[in-house]
């Protein structure tokens, strides 16, 4: 390149490019972080889940305070078992697309953001849709008792149809 306007486009082509790589890099990495607030934890398994799910404890009960809270990521169609709290339950729903429902009632969607207070001693579920991966934090107090964990949930009732 011996024509000094011909360096100074190269240059500049060449800075406008990285700058572009840059700002997508940091784009990338940063709706990352914002899709995961904590670490995905462990692999859970035990046979109280159907499919894959993870679990990152962020608060474990002790004797000053039971109540314990959980990052939960369930991989598509992953699921628990039918199972009850004796103290409730609270799920906040932080990523991804999930279904929660309790005995007798439909099934519902969950989406980030939501929230649902689960009734002492009812009966219930939660896990992923079958196509996206859903993640929450899981309060429960065992103040009352141990979760109660009952039989799997059956593929009929996961695909059933959910509530409008």
Not at 8 to 29: D, W
Not at 106 to 124: D, F
Request: aromatic share 10%; charged share 20%; net charge positive.
């Amino acid at each position: 390149m011996k024509h000094p306007a011909k360096k100074i486009t190269f240059f500049f082509a060449v800075f406008v490019f990285l700058s572009f790589h840059a700002q997508a890099q940091k784009n990338k990495n940063t709706s990352v972080n914002q899709a995961s607030i904590f670490a995905k934890g462990e692999k859970i398994t035990n046979s109280n889940f159907v499919g894959n799910a993870w679990l990152q404890p962020l608060v474990v009960s002790d004797s000053l305070n039971p109540t314990a809270v959980g990052n939960v990521t369930f991989e598509p169609g992953a699921r628990t078992k039918w199972h009850l709290h004796p103290a409730g339950q609270i799920l906040l729903a932080t990523g991804g697309i999930g279904y929660y429902q309790e005995k007798g009632s439909p099934k519902r969607i969950l989406r980030k953001g939501e929230v649902v207070k689960c009734p002492p001693n009812v009966a219930h579920w939660h896990g992923a849709s079958p196509d996206q991966e859903f993640i929450q934090i899981a309060i429960t107090s065992s103040h009352k008792g141990a979760t109660v964990w009952l039989e799997p949930v059956t593929d009929e009732e996961y695909h059933a149809k959910v509530k409008p």
